[in-house]
């Protein structure tokens, strides 16, 4: 079974620019987060996906960021414009339910994309 | 707000010593996690702990929890250096649905 997975694993832009990150999570996967680490500190929550709507959107930093998640199936995390400060890396993660069999929610996570904006 | 506090921060140990790394969390939970992240690759899943003195062992790991101390830990016993990697803790608080709050991870590095 295919894990999730991350695109571009690695972005370099310049401050003002646009980029947009993007994660397919594990089929089948209803929920969908998105955190983000930066500069080596803990790696924080930006928001969560149910499906195609977004149940808790309370850690995005400003309304540069957004994040969708068309039909349910791949997220996407758009930075627009880009500052200094959201240099970083990106991590989306999938779990397939609140509380499986034993009980609690195993999220899934990709490899994450390194932002650097320059 | 809460907070996720690990220590050490970085640890570089040799192989064959055994060391313990601490999570402590500011607000009441039931379900810690630990992870394991290899550079660039994801993290990794090590240990879901979900009860008052919990305890689970895989290889050279053992995680336990106390919910009254607020305190996770992970045990390495005669590390290895496979274990090289960077080690988080994670907290789901009571309140908070099911997003994760994690800590600032540990960066270890065992020596040959």
């Known amino acids: 079974e295919a894990g999730v997975t991350q695109f571009p694993s690695h972005s370099v832009i310049e401050k003002g620019q646009t980029v947009t990150l993007r994660c397919d999570p594990i089929?089948?996967?209803?929920?969908l987060y998105w955190y983000r680490r930066v500069m080596g500190k803990e790696i924080k929550f930006l928001l969560h996906?149910?499906?195609?709507?977004?149940?808790?959107e309370s850690g995005m930093p400003n309304n540069r960021f957004l994040a969708e998640r068309t039909g349910g199936t791949y997220s996407t995390l758009k930075v627009q414009p880009a500052e200094l400060e959201d240099s970083g890396v990106y991590f989306c993660a999938s779990s397939q339910e609140f509380f499986g069999p034993e009980g609690y929610n195993e999220q899934f996570f990709g490899p994450g994309t390194r932002l650097t904006v320059l | 707000e809460l907070k996720v506090e690990q220590n050490p921060l970085f640890l570089s140990m040799q192989e064959g010593k055994n060391y313990t790394i601490y999570c402590n969390y500011s607000?009441?939970?039931?379900?810690l996690y630990w992870y394991r992240q290899d550079p660039g690759k994801s993290l990794e899943s090590l240990f879901v702990l979900l009860s008052n003195g919990a305890v689970k062992q895989e290889g050279r790991l053992m995680a336990s929890l106390d919910t009254k101390a607020r305190l996770s830990t992970l045990h390495i016993t005669a590390a290895v250096h496979d274990l090289s990697a960077t080690y988080f803790c994670a907290v789901i608080p009571e309140t908070s649905g099911s997003r994760l709050t994690f800590g600032e991870g540990t960066q270890l590095t065992v020596n040959p």
């Open positions: 607000t009441t939970s039931d379900r």
């Open positions: 996906f149910v499906k195609e709507s977004k149940q808790d």
């Open positions: 089929s089948g996967h209803d929920n």
